[in-house]
């Protein structure tokens, strides 16, 4: 059974930064693809950043996260990180992570860790 296990989240003041980390493990495959999406209160979940993991992968970000997220792999690991600088108050959501297997054909989401950041 496939498990994506986040850390990182936490209270920080806007300016700040944090970095999350995701961890996809129960597989034979690697995930195709992992990413983070956010969900803030009374909002529908949005992409954050997503990066295939084949060779060259390509990354993709939300306009309102570029310049200021980073995602990246902890080299051959189906590991992902997600630098965040510059926080903002609107930034403050719940992170989940996400891993596309595309063997399995499944989509796999973690359970989310808090990013709370305060004015």
């Known amino acids: 059974q496939v498990q994506l296990?986040?850390?990182?989240?936490g209270?920080?003041?806007?300016?700040?930064s944090l970095?999350?980390?995701c961890a996809a493990s129960g597989s034979v495959f690697s995930?195709?693809?992992?990413?983070w999406y956010r969900q803030a209160p009374g909002k529908q979940?949005?992409?954050v950043a997503t990066k295939t993991l084949t060779r060259g992968g390509t990354t993709n970000y939300a306009d309102s996260?570029?310049?200021r997220f980073t995602i990246s792999r902890d080299g051959a690991k189906d590991t992902v990180y997600l630098q965040m600088n510059s926080l903002e108050p609107e930034d403050t959501a719940v992170y989940y992570c996400y891993a596309n297997y595309k063997y399995l054909n499944k989509?796999?989401?973690g359970q989310g860790t808090q990013v709370t950041v305060s004015s």
């Not at 296990?5 to 989240?9: K, L, R």
């Not at 995930?31 to 990413?35: I, V």
């Open 31 to 35: 995930p195709n693809a992992m990413g």
């Open 5 to 9: 296990v986040e850390s990182g989240g």
């Open 11 to 16: 209270l920080v003041q806007a300016g700040g």
């Open 107 to 109: 989509d796999y989401w």
């Open 19 to 21: 970095r999350l980390s």
């Open 45 to 47: 979940r949005e992409l």
């Open 65 to 67: 996260m570029k310049g």
